[in-house]
């Protein structure tokens, strides 16, 4: 059993930037796989960014190519998302996720196990 805890969310305007942090625990941290997730209200939830085990590896959606980044600290049982250039499409439901992973990243959301309880975000015009 993993738990998830996302910190980090709240109201930013439009250029702004925000820090999403998510603590694991209960687990060897550095087994899993991370990623972020987001759902906007009426629409499902889609992939924002995921990271390797190691860290050495990670992807990210092409609406937040260039914005946002995904980091983690195994040390610390960390992984975080720094968002910057935020625009009002970026409100969502953040939720951060955990699978056990050999290799590389998941972007699929029914391959994860494991869930954080989310972090509101929304950006303001």
């Known amino acids: 059993q993993v738990q998830l805890v996302e910190s980090g969310g709240g109201l930013v305007q439009a250029g702004g930037s925000l820090r999403l942090s998510c603590a694991a625990s209960?687990?060897?941290?550095?087994?899993?796989?991370m990623g972020w997730f987001r759902q906007a209200p009426g629409k499902e939830r889609e992939f924002v960014a995921a990271i390797s085990r190691s860290g050495r590896i990670t992807n990210s959606a092409d609406s937040v190519k260039g914005r946002f980044a995904i980091s983690r600290d195994n040390a610390k049982n960390m992984v975080y998302l720094q968002m910057n250039s935020l625009k009002p499409e970026d409100t969502a439901v953040y939720y951060c996720?955990?699978?056990?992973?050999?290799?590389?990243?998941?972007?699929?959301?029914?391959?994860?196990?494991?869930w954080g309880q989310g972090t509101q975000v929304t950006v303001s015009s």
């Open positions: 996720a955990a699978v056990l992973r050999t290799l590389g990243v998941v972007v699929s959301p029914n391959a994860y196990t494991y």
């Open positions: 209960g687990r060897t941290f550095s087994d899993y796989a």
